[in-house]
């Protein structure tokens, strides 16, 4: 259960399944934060290797599911927090040691809803680098349109609005968290996207398929959604994008990428807006380097 004889600001939730190789890494992050005003809540889908064992050791709260989905297991730590804010992270997202306190300092300056933040890759390699980049510059052009979309590697979510949203939907086996943003836009709740701080997003999904292949996959649901008319089915979401735990990125593939396979897709809404345009023209020099 939730610790409550102390005041937190945040409740940290982490769904996890073995996730023996990547927790402790992100646990020792949050031990080493500044700020330490936050509780942390891993919710577990019953791992058969030492993540329950591992985030006890770490003084985690230990929540057992009895159902293997992420959205349900966020639903589940959210239900137990008892904070104005939640923060949801990947078991292997790492973090530097002040983002917490810049966190809460974006939320004393910026009244939102949710909020998430950049990316950087959590390794050196210069097609990680690139990646991240299109990924960030992705987020930032779409975040004040019709279409915004967000990672669910970490979202920083308002107690009251998440509640009132009803949560993730668990019957959305991908994206969920677009869903989630899309619901509150509606409801004119506030989203923000920030540039600083940033965490490190673990890129092991695409080692162990590669890019491209990454690519070609989402495109397919992209392609099966408006086929449709509507969302990918459980059948269809875990055949292209299959949810097996951590143990299974134990293994990698090395594909080259090219850069203009994902040049498409980033300005996916044609009413950008003057202001995410002046951003990216902004920082654009910033991501010139890393296309030499």
């Known amino acids: 259960m939730v610790k409550n004889d102390r005041r937190v600001f945040f409740t940290i939730v982490i769904p996890t399944l073995n996730e023996e190789a990547s927790l402790p890494h992100l646990l020792s992050d949050l031990n ?25 050791k770490y003084k985690a709260n230990v929540v057992i599911s009895n159902v293997k989905g992420v959205s349900y297991q966020r639903n ?3 239900k137990l927090s008892k904070t104005d804010w939640i923060v949801f992270m990947d078991a292997d997202n790492r973090l530097p040691k002040n983002y917490l ?3 809460k300092q974006c939320l004393a300056n910026d009244d939102v ?20 980049a299109i990924m ?3 987020m930032e052009i779409n975040k004040n349109t019709k279409n915004p979309y967000i990672l669910e590697s970490m979202i920083v979510a308002k107690r009251k609005s998440f509640e009132t949203l009803n949560g993730f939907s668990v019957n959305i086996p991908w994206r969920e968290g677009e869903d989630l943003l899309k619901r509150a836009l509606k409801l004119n709740m506030k989203f923000n996207f920030v540039k600083s701080p940033k965490y490190k997003y673990s890129f092991r999904r695409f080692r162990k398929y590669g890019a491209f292949r990454m690519l070609q996959e989402m495109s397919q649901m992209e392609i099966i959604k408006m086929l449709k008319g509507g969302e990918l089915g459980q059948t269809e979401a875990e055949k292209l994008y299959p949810m ?14 090219k850069l203009h396979e994902f040049i498409s897709i980033l300005f996916r ?10 951003s990216f023209k902004k920082d654009i020099n910033t991501w010139k380097s890393l296309f030499r």
């Open 136 to 138: 960030n510059i992705f």
């Open 32 to 56: 080493n934060q500044t700020l330490k005003d936050f509780d942390i809540i891993v919710v577990d889908a019953k791992s058969t290797d030492e993540t329950q064992s591992i985030a006890r």
């Open 76 to 78: 589940l730590g959210a």
């Open 269 to 278: 809404d044609k009413t950008i807006d003057n202001k995410s345009l002046k």
């Open 101 to 103: 306190s810049k966190i």
């Open 113 to 132: 809803d949710i909020l998430s933040t950049w990316i950087e890759p959590d390794t050196r390699l210069r097609k990680d680098k690139i990646m991240a």
């Open 244 to 257: 097996k735990g951590g143990s299974f990125y134990g293994t990698t593939e090395n594909h080259k990428m």
